[in-house]
Nanobody, 123 residues
Framework: VQLQASGGGLVQTGGSLRLSCAAS????????MGWFRQAPGKERAFVAA????????VYADSVKGRFTISRDNAVNTMFLQMNSLKPEDTAVYYC?????????????????WGQGTLVTVSS
């Protein structure tokens, strides 16, 4: 399984960005996927996760109401729409895939990871 994250960049406070994660490999459309982020000097943290069919979604409290996770299995791609961005959202964002259709929030349960894309929110 290979994951390619893209869409990061520099945005002002209150702005929006849309991240994408293109997946390739066997059964990519059958497995849960998630987004994590690592801010400077901090450990990597859970952001959002989506089940294989998109019917179950979980968000970290810090992004609820501002971020929306989605996926299009026809093109094996997951998205993260980020609105009302804050300086504390500045981080490298990683996409990840489980070897299971069910979602979890623990990064140890995700064996496949993309390379990360940097999001910088200026104040």
């Amino acid at each position: 399984v290979q994951l390619q994250a893209s869409g990061g960049g520099l945005v002002q406070t209150g702005g929006s960005l849309r991240l994408s994660c293109a997946a390739s490999g066997p059964s990519s459309g059958d497995n849960a996927m998630g987004w994590f982020r690592q801010a400077p000097g901090k450990e990597r943290a859970f952001v959002a996760a989506i089940s294989w069919n998109g019917l179950r979604i979980v968000y970290a409290d810090s992004v609820k109401g501002r971020f929306t996770i989605s996926r299009d299995n026809a093109v094996n791609t997951m998205f993260l729409q980020m609105n009302s961005l804050k300086p504390e959202d500045t981080a490298v964002y990683y996409c990840a895939q489980r070897a299971s259709p069910k979602i979890v929030t623990f990064e140890a349960e995700y064996p496949y990871w993309g390379q990360g894309t940097l999001v910088t929110v200026s104040s």
